[in-house]
C-alpha cells in the first residue's frame, strides 16, 4: 500500500495542531531505542517541610525503620506503607516526618502528591499525578503520554533504577493509588488515607499503620514543646485539661498551642475556660459522632475567635475558593485587596496553624478547616456578599486563563466577550513558559473553577471558562480534563440560553469526542453547532462547523463529502476577507484532492496556501502545508523537490520545539527516502517517528510509522521482523476507527507472511484487507481492492 490517510489527529482547521488519538496499549516484542529521559539528571526535591515539635508515635516510628532497615524476605516487592486513620489525627505529619528521616537513603529524591482525597472537587486522577510525576523526572510536558497506561508504563520505567521516596498524601482508596506505584524496588511509597487501604494490604502486601489520638501524656508534651519558648509555669493540670478538650488530637493541639503562645501574659486556665465554654456550646448546637469531631470544631472556634478581623476575615473568604490550594493572586483577587497586604494575612493565619504553606509560594488548608471556613463564610456573610466574591475569584480565573492561552496557543485562542468584565488584578504573561507554569499550578483549580461556576450560578463563566481553556488542553493532550470540562459547559451554557455560548460549548466538546475518536458523537455534536450558528446568522462559525464536518468525513473516508464541505468553508472565509482561515480550508481540501490520487491539483492549491501561511508568520499551518506539498511532490515522481520540502517543514517543528509536528512528518521524511530506494534510511526515520509517538501516546500515528517500518523490513529481506511490525499496527486499527489503515496494514502483512511460508495466515489477511478496501468508493481504494483481489487469484 503505497499511502494511507494517517491524519487521524486534527483540529481548527489542519492536521499539523498538538493533539493525540488514543488507543489501547498494544503489547508486543518490537521496541525502539527511546530517549533516556533518566539522563537529565533531575532529581525532584518535593516533600514538605518536617512537622515542628514532633512528639512520641515511637511505635509507629520503630515499625517503620524495621521496613527500611531489615533484610526483605521478597526483594523483587515495591516496599509499601499506608498510614491510616480518622480526619486531623497526624497522619500527614507522621509520613513527613518519617519521611524526611529516611531521605538519605533516596538519592533519586522524592516525589509528593496531595490526591485530594477529602478535597472540594474531585479526587486527583492517577493520570493526573502520573503526568506531573513524569515531567518532573525531566520530560518536557509535550512528551508526556495522553494514555494514562502509557503514562503508568513510562513512570516505572523512569524509575526502574533510581531509588526514589514517593509520598501519596490524603488518598481515596486503593484504586486512586495502585497506578501510581512504580516497579523499581529500590523505590518507597507512603501512603496515607481515611480509608483502610485493605486493597493495598492484601494484593501488595502493604504494611499499614492504623493512627490514633493522642494520650494524655503526649498531649502534654506536645502542647510544652509548642509554647516553651514563649509560656513558663503553666500548670500541669491545665496542660492536660487543654489536652483532653483537643480530645488527643495533634491538629486540635497546635492550633490550641499557638493560641497560647501568642498570649504568654494570660494564664492557661483562662483559655481553657474559655475553649471549655466553647466546646460547651458547640456539644448544644451540634450531635456529630465522629472521634473528636466537636473538639476540633470547638478548638477552630476558639482559634478562629482571636483572630484580627482582617485575618478572619481572610479565613472565612478563602472557604468560598473553588481549590484547597491557591496563590498570593489568586486569593488577592477573592478577597479584593492587594497582594502584599493579602500575603501578611496568609502568613498570619500560617503561624496560627489555620493554613499551610505549600510549594511554590502557595498555600493551602487541612480540609476539616477549609469545611469550616465554609460554614464561616456562610454564616457572617450575606448572600450577596458571598455572590460578589466569588464572581470576583471565577472572573480571575475566565481571564488570566485567557491572556494564558494567548501565550501558549495564539492561533487557536479563544476571544472573550465584554459579559464578565476584566478584573484589575487579571495576570499577564510574558511568553509561553510562564503561561504554561500558570496553567500547569492552576490547572485542578480550573476544572473545579468550571464545576463551581456551573453549579453556584455563574453559568456563563463555566461555559466560557471551559471554550478558553479548549486551546491549552488540546495542545498539551489534556484529555481527561477536556472532557470534563466540556462536559459541565454543554449543560452550563444551556442554562444561560446563549446561542453562541451553546454552539461554542458543543463544538468545544464536539472537538474532543473527535479527538478520542468518538466520530458518531463528534458529527452529532457539530450538527448541532451548524444548525445553530445558521439560525443565528453567524457565517464565520457555520464555516467553522463546515470545516468540522469535513475532517469527519476525511477520517471516515467520505471524500467527495469532505472536500464539498471544505471547499464551501474557503469559500465563506474568503468572502469574509480570513486569509488563515481560507488557507486552511484549502490545505484541507488538498488533503481530500491526495487522498483521491489528485495530487497535481492538490499542489497548485497547497502552494498557494503556503504563501499566505508563510506571509501570516503561522507556523502552524506553514509546516502542514509544506508536509502535504512533499506528498504530493513525492506522488508524482519529484524526490529532490520532496526531500527539500519536508526537510524545511521539519526545521519548523525543531524552532517550535514541536514533537507532535516533527513525529508525524518524520514519517513523511521516511516515505520520501523509502521513495529513493534508501530503504535504510526510511526504516531509521520510521523507528525514530515512532519512538516520538509513543512517547506522545498517539497510537494511531505510531501504528503508522510501525507499518511504514515494517515495509522498510520487507525491501530489506528482513520479513520476521516485518511481519511483527505490521501485526503491531494491524492491532492498533483493530482499536480505533481505522478501517483504511486497517485495510493497507493487512495487505502489508500479508506479504511479509508470504515471504515467511505461512501462507494461510497470509491469504486471510488478504481476504480480510478486501473486504475493507470494498467497503470504500473511492479510486484509490478501488485500486487497492483489484490490487489485492489479483495478490489472492495468484495465491490460488
Not at 546 to 569: K, T, Y
Amino acid at each position: 500500500m503505497t499511502e494511507s490517510a494517517d491524519h487521524v489527529n486534527r483540529f481548527e482547521g489542519s492536521a499539523s495542531a498538538k493533539g493525540v488519538v488514543q488507543a489501547a496499549q498494544v503489547h508486543g516484542g518490537v521496541h525502539f531505542h527511546q530517549e533516556a529521559y533518566s539522563a537529565t539528571g533531575v532529581v525532584p526535591r518535593q516533600l514538605r517541610g518536617d512537622v515542628r515539635h514532633f512528639v512520641n508515635r515511637s511505635v509507629e516510628l520503630a515499625r517503620l525503620e524495621r521496613l527500611v532497615s531489615e533484610p526483605d524476605d521478597e526483594p523483587h516487592v515495591v516496599p509499601l506503607v499506608v498510614i491510616t486513620g480518622s480526619a486531623g489525627v497526624g497522619k500527614t505529619s507522621l509520613a513527613l516526618h518519617w519521611a524526611h528521616t529516611v531521605r538519605p537513603r533516596f538519592p533519586g529524591g522524592e516525589l509528593y502528591a496531595d490526591l485530594r482525597g477529602y478535597a472540594p472537587g474531585a479526587p486527583a486522577t492517577p493520570a493526573e499525578v502520573l503526568g506531573r510525576f513524569i515531567e518532573d523526572l525531566g520530560v518536557p510536558a509535550e512528551r508526556v503520554p495522553a494514555d494514562g497506561e502509557r503514562r503508568e508504563t513510562l513512570f516505572r520505567s523512569l524509575l526502574a533504577d533510581r531509588r526514589v521516596l514517593i509520598v501519596l498524601d490524603n488518598a481515596t482508596n486503593s484504586t486512586q493509588i495502585r497506578p501510581l506505584l512504580p516497579s523499581g524496588v529500590g523505590c518507597l511509597v507512603v501512603a496515607t488515607s481515611r480509608d483502610d487501604l485493605s486493597g493495598l494490604v492484601a494484593r501488595h502486601g502493604a504494611l499499614r499503620l492504623e493512627v490514633t489520638t493522642f494520650p494524655t501524656a503526649d498531649s502534654v508534651r506536645l502542647l510544652r514543646a509548642a509554647t516553651a519558648e514563649y509560656r513558663a509555669g503553666d500548670r500541669r493540670a491545665d496542660m492536660a485539661e487543654l489536652a483532653r478538650l483537643c480530645a488527643g488530637l495533634p491538629l486540635a493541639l497546635r492550633i490550641a498551642a499557638e493560641r497560647a503562645a501568642s498570649r504568654p501574659s494570660m494564664r492557661l486556665a483562662e483559655l481553657v475556660d474559655g475553649l471549655r465554654a466553647e466546646t460547651a456550646r458547640w456539644s448544644v448546637l451540634t450531635t456529630e459522632d465522629e472521634e473528636g469531631s466537636g473538639a476540633m470544631r470547638s478548638v477552630f472556634e476558639w482559634s478562629y475567635r482571636a483572630l484580627s478581623a482582617p485575618a478572619a476575615r481572610l479565613f472565612r473568604l478563602l472557604g468560598l475558593h473553588p481549590g484547597n490550594q491557591f496563590g498570593v493572586p489568586a486569593v488577592a483577587a477573592l478577597a479584593g485587596a492587594e497582594p502584599p497586604q493579602t500575603r501578611s494575612l496568609l502568613e498570619s493565619l500560617v503561624r496560627a496553624h489555620l493554613l499551610e504553606r505549600r510549594p511554590a509560594e502557595r498555600y493551602g488548608f487541612h480540609d476539616l478547616l477549609r469545611d469550616f471556613a465554609a460554614e464561616q463564610v456562610g454564616r457572617e456573610e450575606s448572600e450577596q456578599e458571598r455572590t460578589e466574591i466569588l464572581e470576583r475569584c471565577l472572573a480571575w480565573y475566565l481571564h488570566t486563563a485567557a491572556s494564558a492561552q494567548r501565550s501558549i496557543a495564539p492561533f487557536d485562542s479563544y476571544l472573550l466577550d465584554e459579559r464578565v468584565p476584566v478584573p484589575a488584578d487579571t495576570l499577564s504573561f510574558s511568553g509561553y513558559e510562564s503561561a504554561f507554569r500558570w496553567y500547569r499550578t492552576e490547572s485542578a483549580n480550573l476544572v473545579t473553577a468550571i464545576r463551581s461556576a456551573a453549579d453556584d450560578g455563574f453559568p456563563h463563566v463555566a461555559w466560557r471558562l471551559a471554550v478558553v481553556l479548549r486551546a491549552v488542553y488540546m495542545h498539551h493532550n489534556a484529555f481527561e480534563d477536556w472532557l470534563t470540562t466540556a462536559r459541565i459547559a454543554v449543560d452550563a451554557a444551556a442554562r444561560t440560553g446563549e446561542q453562541a455560548g451553546q454552539a461554542e460549548s458543543l463544538e468545544n466538546l464536539g472537538k474532543a469526542a473527535f479527538q478520542t475518536l468518538r466520530l458518531d458523537e463528534a458529527e452529532q455534536d457539530h450538527r448541532a453547532v451548524l444548525d445553530i450558528r445558521r439560525r443565528t446568522g453567524d457565517r464565520r462559525g457555520a464555516a467553522r462547523s463546515v470545516n468540522a464536518l469535513g475532517l469527519i468525513g476525511l477520517r471516515r473516508r467520505q471524500l467527495d463529502e469532505a472536500a464539498a464541505h471544505f471547499a464551501a468553508g474557503a469559500e465563506i472565509f474568503g468572502e469574509l476577507g480570513d486569509r488563515r482561515w481560507t488557507a486552511l480550508m484549502r490545505c484541507n481540501r488538498a488533503e481530500a484532492l491526495c487522498e483521491m490520487g489528485r495530487y497535481e491539483e492538490a499542489a497548485q492549491i497547497i502552494e498557494d496556501a503556503v504563501t499566505d501561511f508563510r506571509d501570516l508568520g503561522d507556523n502552524s499551518g506553514l509546516g502542514n502545508g509544506l508536509y502535504l506539498l512533499c506528498r504530493t511532490q513525492r506522488e508524482v515522481g519529484r524526490l529532490e523537490a520532496a526531500g527539500r520540502t519536508i526537510d524545511a517543514a521539519l526545521a519548523i517543528a525543531r524552532t517550535e520545539d514541536n514533537q507532535v509536528w516533527r513525529g508525524h512528518w518524520l514519517a513523511e521524511s521516511a516515505r520520501v527516502e523509502r521513495a529513493r530506494d534508501n530503504a535504510e534510511g526510511a526504516l531509521s526515520l520510521f523507528k525514530e517517528s515512532a519512538a516520538v509517538q509513543r512517547r506522545l501516546g498517539d497510537a494511531g500515528r505510531e501504528a503508522v510509522a510501525l507499518d511504514g517500518a515494517g515495509e522498510a523490513c520487507q525491501v530489506l529481506g528482513r520479513f520476521e521482523e516485518a511481519a511483527k511490525l505490521h501485526r503491531r499496527a494491524v492491532a492498533v486499527y483493530r482499536g480505533v476507527d481505522a478501517r483504511w489503515q486497517l485495510a493497507g496494514a493487512l495487505e502489508n502483512l500479508a506479504g511479509a507472511l508470504g515471504r515467511l511460508g505461512e501462507q494461510e495466515s497470509g491469504r486471510a489477511a488478504l481476504e480480510e484487507s478486501l473486504r475493507l478496501f470494498g467497503s470504500f468508493q473511492d479510486p484509490q481504494a478501488v485500486a487497492g481492492a483489484q490490487r489485492v483481489a489479483r495478490q489472492l487469484a495468484r495465491n490460488d
